[in-house]
């Protein structure tokens, strides 16, 4: 698929069929992540891939947004293991795990895959369920899966500012 039509046909999707994802299909999925730029190279980031029932049981009980996704991807990142920006103020650790995940929602598009970004938790619960060290931090859950029949776009999904109310030339 060419890039703009990935980024063209790409939504969040809200509602997944029970079919299951390919295995060779999640691994392109992670392999994008896996090729993300980080800051100094650090690959700080760490992916849960939730797909047994009890696995996603921990995800339906911090969140009620898998919409009965076969798979979630948890996007974590070590803060022991970042690049401390000038200043002092910002780490590399959520740009990083940011980029991992763009990454990869894409390349489920490619795969034919639907996908929804999902930040609507807890991030100390979700370490806390997962069972993750102190320094992990948890950035977003990834629903992984094939829409439901007929699951779409929201009405709005189209919907954008012109360039001239979001970019400015200096």
Known sequence: MEFKDVITKRYSCKKYSDVPVEPEK??????????????????????????????????DAITPCRYGAPVVLAVTWDSTN??????????????????IATHMILAACDEGLDSCWINFFDPDKAREILGLKEQEEVLMFMDLGYAAEATGPLANHGSRKPLSETVTYM
């Open 26 to 59: 999640l691994t392109a999925v992670l392999e994008a992540g896996r090729l993300a730029p980080t800051a100094k190279n650090l690959q700080e980031h760490h992916i849960y891939v939730l797909q047994t029932e009890e696995a996603l049981a921990k995800a």
């Open 82 to 99: 970042v690049f401390t920006y000038p200043g002092g103020k910002r780490d590399s650790g959520a740009e990083d795990a940011s980029i």
